[in-house]
């Protein structure tokens, strides 16, 4: 399998403090590769650096084999770069379906975003029968169904999700990576950052270990399961 996504030796600092530091990853195209660490650990800054939303200090990020480490955050989403933000952030005066659309900014055919419209509402029915109502005012877990489907809007062919679990009941969380696994099945590949260990080692192919800014340990999720240093220190009762 080819690496669609490649970080080499990226770092990040916010003023003097480092929050990524010497990191280098690989996820292969067709896969549902994690980041697993705790909170602080540097995982969100990690999404903003391949999105250009943070700077790097350092380091090089490519994807589909092109340098794209300079580039502007709206070209990075044009070659296929999509993304689930941490804490959902729906637009909450905007209705069901023009937060979708806003996920379609860039999109120019009006037939292809009908089609992805129903894509999202055929797995989303519940957004299908709200399409009218404003995102403010659904639940939580709704409003998780409808950052989704923002996200799949562009069709995009590299999918980070950040944090799906936040704040979810087990229930919704169970819905949410299974609808994730749905969407890996269609074809998307999916960079998933998480702190919920035992679901996402669940649908991961493979995984990484950050803490303090540094990648710590990596592996099939069997290897990461296995090592007793690991579970102690970053998955707890999780595995059991």
Request: charged content about 20%.
């Amino acid at each position: 399998m080819s690496a669609l996504l490649r970080l080499e030796g990226v770092r990040a600092a916010y003023g003097h403090a480092d929050v990524l530091v010497d990191v280098s990853l690989t996820v292969e195209e067709g896969r549902i590769v994690c980041l697993l660490g705790a909170n602080g650990a540097g995982k969100t800054t990690l999404i903003r650096c391949v999105l250009g939303l943070t700077l790097l200090r350092g380091g090089r990020i490519f994807y589909a084999d092109h340098e794209i480490t300079h580039l502007p955050t709206h070209r990075r989403v044009a070659l296929g770069i999509g993304c689930i933000p941490e804490g959902r952030r729906v637009f909450p005066k905007l209705t069901v379906e023009e937060n979708l659309l806003a996920g379609a900014y860039q999109e120019r055919s009006w037939t292809r975003i009908r089609e992805q419209l129903e894509r999202v509402y055929t797995v989303f029915p519940r957004l299908a029968e709200r399409r009218g109502q404003l995102a403010g005012t659904l639940s939580g877990g709704e409003q998780a169904m409808l950052s989704i489907g923002r996200g799949l809007m562009r069709r995009p062919r590299l999918l980070l999700v950040d944090e799906p679990s936040l704040g979810l009941s087990p229930l919704l969380v169970r819905e949410n990576f299974r609808v994730l696994e749905e969407i890996h099945g269609s074809g998307v590949t999916i960079f998933l950052v998480e702190q919920n260990v035992r679901q996402t080692l669940r649908i991961a192919h493979y995984g990484y270990v950050l803490a303090g800014g540094r990648l710590v340990a990596s592996g099939t999720p069997e290897v990461l399961r296995a090592d007793p240093a690991l579970q102690a220190a970053y998955f707890g009762s999780a595995t059991a």
